[in-house]
């Protein structure tokens, strides 16, 4: 491949096909990342299965921290009935993989009403496809 410049380079490196998309104006990829991983963890978003089928990829999968492998369809059957868990990120940060496809890696707090609080260690993988992110794998490790 040879070199590549201006909204060319950004649709290889970020997978983006249109120049909204693409414009250096709007936030970096990192913090596009992380802003679906924070939306994917609110509550509303959570509650609605319209919402995560969005966000989620047909073919996602997850390993999460209680041992047990998830698919798109669990996901959507299990949120939207979850209630009372707030979650917490830090230490975020993003590692691009290929043309449209991040992997992110986090820690993240998760809180109940009942003041439970367990810390997991998290990984997701992001592809750009038709015009939009989601999510195609996640895992969850229980952390101290």
């Known amino acids: 491949m040879g070199v590549l410049s201006g909204q060319d380079y950004l649709r290889h ?38 919402e995560l089928d ?9 390993f999460g921290s209680s041992g047990r492998i998830w698919n798109k369809r669990d996901v959507l059957s299990a949120l939207p009935t979850e209630s009372g868990v707030h979650f917490t990120i830090s230490n975020f940060a993003i590692r691009e993989l290929g043309p449209g496809l991040v ?37 969850g490790t229980p952390a101290d």
């Open 54 to 62: 969005r966000l989620i990829a047909d073919d996602f999968v997850e």
């Open 103 to 139: 992997l992110a890696t986090y820690r993240v707090i998760r809180s109940t009403k009942e003041a439970e609080h367990r810390a997991s260690l998290r990984s997701s993988i992001w592809r750009f496809e038709n015009e939009r992110w989601q999510m195609t794998f996640h895992q």
């Open 13 to 50: 490196v970020w997978g983006c096909s249109t120049l909204s998309i693409c414009s250096t104006d709007l936030m970096s990829l990192e913090e596009r990342i992380l802003a679906l991983e924070r939306k994917l963890l609110d509550p509303d978003v959570r509650a609605s299965s319209q």
